[in-house]
């Protein structure tokens, strides 16, 4: 049975990760809320920002996610009104708002710090906004009980930032957000300074106050668990430009480039430099002791005979051959990690290749040791093809 | 753990705590004993005298210290004293002001601007510290005359903020420093102008820092001697410090007076530094501690 909010956390994510899909009927396409149009921004010789646009629908959840210097928090920060652009636009709804102030925006915005105001109490600082925007004390009483609700914050309202654990500020941050209720919410990696069973727990918060609240949000992170599970859409930067967007697991799945499919997912994809070949009616992409069926379907035309590629597989889809199947490569085990449900081998194919991660079972595991030679195959289809100089995806589409 | 080892601990940490006691208490004896010698000879009306023993016990005790220091029922003697009083409570407070005053934008724009000459200008204050100010007696005494402001309180104060706002600029400078640029960031996103933000945020947080400052800025204005004594020559200009060294002159020292006046000059003092505690303390630690 379909729970009915269920139901309708699908059909938005749906409607809401494909613009370019025509919507139903019952669900209009909606409007952009945040649009950036050639946005270019330097800090003295240091170029940013090399040119990005960043749409963002009514009521999604875009995540931007790349490593540091990305320029992913850069570009939030130019939506927030905290740095100005060389070049480019930003509107948010109808409002160009590129050179506004950030007071002018109506943007709300979650810091990595939190950055509570540390003489004022937890109530002060959500109240904070609103009276600067002489918002009636009517009003603020009601926003602020109403978020501290939402929040669980009832108890620590009068209470001073300094006596709040991580966690607390971090969700008093959250909620001086939260009463503002902006166009459009910016979060600059909030979850970094938690501890990792807080982080979970927060995790889930989020997307669970996002979907209450169907608030358009703008999430930086450089965490790709963060990224995959919170997004609608995600946006992967990478050296100041847009490497790829869509829903994160059309990224997952098809990395448009070898960056995208190295830095999403984890452990980290095996890449062999091989040459593609015919046996039969397979193609087969060979090198560095790797001997990988790829799917021709997936990249047609591209498929020529001794053309040098990378070859791109997770570990996920390299696992232990079973009797009869194509054997991909011979792991040679340098150290198992066991994690309970299943285990991840380090190794190298050949001592003169790449080192090499692949996933084993649980019982495997167990049975499997170090110096072990380990037979492996290869998911069929799983397989990732890409230009050795230019780094893009080979596939068909 | 075994009980006889647990008692054993036990006994340490009440060993320890005793001996950390009776250190402090012997500070605490090190740093009363001339205090307490200057009530004793404040209420003996002799002053100092050779019958009193190592303990600082007043031989008949009284107040006619005090009374003379206050003009011995003559009111033009009060009158003058109080002024004299005045003189240093206002030059001090007024510095104080002055130091925060111009220390405070000048501070803020140091930590936080990026801007042509700001090095230097630290350099340059920094510089200014590293001179006496005895040695700039002479001059400052030349420049206050040509400005007819020898024997002012206004004088005063504009060369004790010569070296208090210097002190302030760096105090403060650090203390915005210690301020994270993200909360001024989140109330301008929160809807503050940047100067509202300065006012908001900034300031209120600063406000240990700049408690302290101020009140150094106080003290070393109130405590200062040489170049009042120097600056001022009318006795109804005169502030405290003149005034009390006026009785250890040349023509015999009343130190009985002396003391009395070395209390009533303290009392000020000591009534702000008890008000202004908890600042002090949380302005001492501030930065130390992570909000």
Request: proline share 5%; hydrophobic share 45%; glycine share 8%.
């Amino acid at each position: 049975m379909t729970l009915p909010h269920e139901q309708l956390s699908t059909s938005v994510s749906v409607a809401s990760a494909s613009s370019e899909v025509s919507a139903p009927a019952t669900a209009p396409k909606r409007k952009l809320r945040c649009s950036v149009r050639g946005a270019k921004k330097s800090f003295g010789q240091n170029p940013i920002l090399r040119g990005v646009d960043l749409d963002i629908e009514e009521g999604a959840f875009a995540v931007l996610v790349g490593p540091s210097g990305c320029g992913k928090s850069t570009l939030l920060r130019l939506v927030a009104g905290l740095e100005e652009l060389d070049e480019g636009t930003i509107h948010l709804g109808e409002r160009d708002v590129t050179h506004a102030p950030p007071r002018d925006r109506d943007v709300a915005m979650v810091f990595q710090s939190y950055a509570l105001y540390p003489h004022l109490s937890v109530r002060e600082n959500l109240a904070f906004g609103l009276k600067l925007r002489k918002t009636s004390d009517k009003d603020i009483d009601e926003r602020v009980r109403e978020a501290s609700k939402m929040l669980s914050l009832g108890e620590l309202l009068d209470r001073m930032p300094k006596q709040l654990s991580g966690g607390q500020k971090q969700r008093v941050a959250m909620g001086r957000a939260i009463v503002r209720r902006p166009q459009i919410f910016l979060f600059d990696e909030p979850l970094s300074n938690l501890d990792a069973a807080l982080r979970a727990e927060v995790r889930v918060e989020i997307r669970r106050n996002h979907d209450q609240l169907r608030a358009t949000t703008l999430y930086v992170t450089h965490d790709q668990v963060e990224a995959m599970t919170l997004a609608d859409t995600l946006w992967v930067m990478n050296g100041g430009v847009v490497e790829q967007k869509g829903t994160p697991l059309d990224v997952y799945e098809r990395p448009r480039s070898e960056f995208v499919a190295g830095f999403l997912g984890s452990p980290q994809m095996n890449f062999f430099d091989a040459k593609l070949e015919k046996e039969g009616d397979r193609w087969l992409a060979i090198g560095e002791g790797a001997r990988i069926a790829i799917g021709e379907e997936r990249f047609g035309a591209a498929l020529t005979e001794g053309r040098t590629v990378r070859a791109g597989v997770r570990p996920h889809d390299l696992v232990r051959a079973e009797e009869g199947q194509p054997i991909a490569g011979n792991l040679h085990v340098e150290i198992i990690e066991a994690l309970g449900f299943e285990a991840i081998a380090h190794g190298w194919l050949t001592a003169s290749g790449p080192r090499v991660i692949a996933r084993l079972d649980a019982d495997e595991a167990r049975k499997a040791k170090s110096g072990d030679s380990i037979p492996l195959a290869v998911t069929p289809g799983s397989a990732h093809l890409f230009d050795p100089k230019t780094g893009l995806a080979l596939d068909a589409k | 753990m075994s009980n006889a080892s647990r008692s054993e601990r036990n006994r340490l940490e009440f060993l320890e705590s005793g001996v950390i006691h009776a250190l402090l208490i012997a500070a605490v004896l090190f740093a009363l004993y001339p205090l307490l010698w200057v009530v004793s000879i404040a209420l003996s009306p002799g002053g100092i005298s050779t019958s009193h023993g190592a303990l600082p016990l007043p031989t008949h005790p009284s107040l006619w210290n005090f009374h003379a220091l206050l003009g011995k029922g003559s009111s033009a003697r009060a009158w003058l004293f109080g002024r004299q009083l005045a003189n240093s409570i206002i030059v001090a407070v007024a510095t104080a002001v002055t130091a925060i005053g111009v220390a405070i934008p000048a501070a803020y724009a140091l930590a936080r601007f990026d801007f042509v000459g700001a090095k230097t200008g630290m350099r340059t204050l920094l510089a200014t510290q590293m001179f006496p100010a005895v040695a700039s007696a002479v001059p400052l005494y030349l420049l206050l005359d040509a400005l007819h402001l020898l024997d002012s309180r206004a004088g005063l104060v504009l060369v004790y903020a010569s070296t208090a706002v210097p002190f302030a600029i760096f105090q403060l400078r650090g203390a915005f420093l210690a301020i994270p640029v993200d909360i001024e960031e989140a109330a301008m996103v929160d809807g503050a102008t940047r100067t509202e933000a300065f006012w908001r945020v900034v300031l209120p947080a600063a406000r240990p820092a700049i408690a302290v400052t101020a009140l150094y800025a106080f003290m070393s204005a109130y405590n200062e001697f040489i170049l009042a004594a120097t600056l001022l020559s009318r006795e109804s200009a005169f502030t405290l410090p003149v005034v009390l060294q006026r009785y250890v002159g040349e023509h015999g020292a009343a130190w009985g007076i002396f003391a009395a006046g070395a209390i009533v000059v303290s009392l000020p003092v000591m009534a702000l530094f008890y008000y202004a505690q908890r600042h002090l303390v949380s302005g001492l630690t501030a930065g130390g501690v992570k909000g």
